[in-house]
């Protein structure tokens, strides 16, 4: 076989082996509420960002090597996430969308054409940190790829991709995300169930000195005007074991062992970030999708966060309603919530943020990373335990 066949050969069999078997493997695993822990709220058919119809989500996966940091070579702890609001159409259908960043130590790109435009066109890609301009150059390939720019003369794209980073797990310098990582992450985008912990952008994330990384939660809002579906995908990497707080128990304080980066010399300081993407199928334009998007600091709130000066939190909110809303010609006839209305669509985000970033601890798995840095997992049991103490496990 040749080098370069040999590459080829290499790369699907990763792809093959770090992205595929998700699907199946985190249909078994428990998750937040299985576990007992108690959240306000009734939850869509999949507890996931995919209750809202037309949302996809895929991932890609890549984990390789172990021992000793060798930049460019390993040990790799890293991926990518696409979310796509209105499936494989979401290229050529914009989303009415809105952001916030409660703290800006990261990034997010494509957001000032967001705040300008009041519309998300594409997906909301998440990576790590050094590897958002491959990942922004790839998705604008992936559209030249399927026919883009179109004939009509749509030259040009501003894609979201956002951060968090997993340098401590992973060989962040050795820039091992590739164009086709993306690529694979959109392509295998799927309704359903979706995969959570250490998968996609998530691999190498710590959340609260656990082992951190995706999560999800959705919440069913009924009105008078009909049922709604308010969702949340998390990719957290944020905050120190003390801070963290589920279901009002100082979990993180009853649970003080093996913190991550207790040999580091930034042990003492906040650091970390998170991604949070909300998408719901009510009627929302774009200033009201802002307003959304502010609220998942609340959420964040809940579990203890207090957005320190070294984290990156930034979050972005999209409505799936209004299709077409986006045409050049004509005027277009839109829907929209009442703002007397939108109390319930704020609680609803609130609420699946909290679930989502616990239920992200709870799928992740201990992983040792470059250095052997080792992070453990949330237990399970020893979290049931707490719970039980302070009288909030559910039966």
Not at 39 to 62: E, M, Q, R, Y
Request: proline share 5%.
């Amino acid at each position: 076989m040749s080098r370069l066949g040999l590459r080829i050969f290499l790369f699907l069999f990763s792809i093959f082996c770090f992205a595929f078997p998700a699907n199946a493997q985190e249909k078994a695993k428990p998750r937040a509420r299985d576990l007992g822990v108690p959240f306000d709220g009734a939850p869509g058919p999949n507890n996931a960002i995919t209750d809202v119809p037309g949302v996809l989500v895929g991932h890609t996966t890549i984990i390789s090597g172990e021992g000793k940091l060798q930049v460019g070579k390993g040990p790799v702890r890293t991926g990518v996430t696409a979310i796509l609001p209105r499936g494989k159409n979401s290229m050529n259908d914009p989303v009415f969308a809105g952001w916030f960043s409660q703290n800006g130590n990261g990034e997010m790109t494509g957001t000032t054409w967001v705040e300008e435009s009041g519309f998300l066109e594409g997906p909301v890609m998440i990576t790590n940190t050094h590897s958002v301009g491959v990942v922004r150059d790839a998705v604008i390939q992936w559209r030249v790829n399927h026919g883009q720019p179109d004939p009509t003369g749509y030259w040009w794209s501003l894609p979201v991709v956002a951060e968090t980073w997993d340098g401590w797990l992973n060989d962040i310098n050795g820039f091992h995300v590739k164009p086709e990582h993306a690529f694979h992450a959109i392509d295998t985008a799927h309704s359903g169930a979706v995969e959570e912990g250490a998968v996609g952008g998530g691999t190498g994330m710590i959340c609260n000195e656990f082992k951190g990384g995706i999560g999800t939660s959705s919440r069913v809002v009924k009105l008078a005007e009909g049922s709604f579906t308010v969702a949340a995908l998390v990719q957290c990497n944020y905050g120190r074991r003390s801070q963290l707080r589920i279901a009002g128990v100082p979990v993180g304080k009853e649970i003080p062992e093996d913190a991550a980066y207790a040999t580091s010399s930034f042990s003492d300081a906040e650091r970390g970030s998170i991604i949070v993407v909300i998408a719901t199928d009510a009627p929302l334009l774009s200033h009201q999708l802002k307003r959304l998007a502010r609220r998942v600091s609340l959420g964040l709130g809940r579990d203890g966060s207090i957005s320190g000066n070294g984290s990156g939190d930034i979050f972005i909110a999209f409505s799936t309603a209004n299709p077409g809303a986006n045409e050049e010609k004509g005027i277009a006839d839109l829907k929209m919530f009442p703002n007397e209305q939108l109390d319930a669509v704020f609680g609803a985000t609130v609420q699946s943020v909290e679930e989502a970033i616990v239920n992200a601890m709870v799928a992740a798995e201990t992983m040792t990373g470059i250095e052997n840095h080792r992070v453990i997992a949330l237990d399970h049991e020893k979290l049931r335990a707490v719970l039980k103490k302070y009288n909030r496990l559910n039966p």
